[in-house]
């Protein structure tokens, strides 16, 4: 718009005549410039201070964005926001917040709108145990579910997760604070925090530079059926498809599973998932819509 604003704001004649090509330059560089920016502004919720825990999440949805024929341009939310809070603005078609990802379950599917694409192919539901440095072995003698039973589970309270760990017999804390969940695990409050595999590895670097004595169980890794999905408000429909247009136009060209290869692949290879002892969980929340006869979709160790 600078250019725009400059080649109007000139009221001597152009040496060249109102038509000259020094104008149209300079109105050609004023479109160019509107252009670039005039895209519809896409809000998405920043989950915590400091450093993106989910960069692929973004890194994905641009991608779906761009394949989807649209104009866009994404944005993080000023301050962090809840999963709860960002929820109630989409079912409020708040103008402040576009889209979501969330762990799907019933309720949520009911209250905005999914794309049933499995923004982690399934990798979300396999969760390895964060524990304090001082108890490493702690999950060592584990067998079964019913061993895990004798440990509290940390959990903040509007993740998917907490309702799924009690529905399998299992105690959780909980926390509204992502941050302190952490803290509570280090001071001893809960002995177990699962964590999603694809960002366990950055989350004990960070509590580490924070100062916290935490480490990555080494002999099991939890597992329940579950799907992340990108959601919108129900009076979007046109955002939803334009999402799922674009996610599978990158699946077909490769594009979806080469972003995933580059984020996980050295990531899945360090954790040997398929060395650990599976714990199966039950996940009575997800819901029946959810795509398994494309296998495509997900990923198994």
Do not use: C
Request: hydrophobic share 40%; glycine share 6%; aromatic share 10%.
């Amino acid at each position: 718009m600078a250019f725009l604003l400059i080649g109007l704001s000139e009221h001597r004649p152009s040496p060249l005549g109102r038509g000259s090509p020094q104008r149209w330059f300079v109105l050609l560089l004023a479109l160019l410039a509107w252009h670039a920016g005039a895209g519809e502004r896409l809000v998405y919720p920043r989950h915590s201070e400091g450093r993106n825990p989910e960069p692929y999440v973004v890194e994905l949805l641009q991608l779906a964005l761009a394949r989807s024929g649209g104009d866009y341009r994404l944005e993080p939310s000023p301050q962090p926001m809840p999963q709860s809070r960002a929820q109630l603005r989409l079912e409020q078609d708040d103008p402040s917040l576009q889209v979501m990802w969330a762990q799907t379950r019933d309720d949520l599917e009911d209250a905005l709108l999914p794309v049933r694409i499995p923004i982690y192919r399934g990798l979300i539901g396999w969760r390895l145990p964060l524990v304090s440095t001082a108890h490493k072995e702690l999950l060592a003698p584990v067998r079964s579910l019913d061993d895990l039973r004798r440990f509290r589970f940390g959990q903040r309270q509007d993740w998917a997760d907490t309702a799924i760990l009690r529905a399998n017999g299992l105690e959780v804390k909980t926390s509204q604070n992502y941050e302190s969940l952490f803290r509570m695990l280090d001071a001893g409050r809960f002995e177990v925090f699962p964590r999603e595999v694809v960002v366990v590895d950055g989350e004990l670097e960070d509590a580490s530079r924070a100062g916290l004595h935490l480490a990555i169980d080494e002999h099991v890794v939890l597992h329940y059926p579950a799907a992340f999905y990108f959601f919108v408000s129900r009076q979007r429909p046109e955002l939803a498809d334009a999402i799922r247009r674009g996610l599978e136009k990158a699946i077909d060209d490769g594009s979806f599973e080469r972003l995933f290869e580059r984020h996980f692949k050295t990531l899945l290879g360090k954790l040997a998932l398929q060395n650990r002892r599976i714990i199966e969980l039950e996940n009575p929340y997800l819901p029946k819509k959810t795509p398994f006869q494309r296998k495509e979709l997900w990923y198994r160790p």
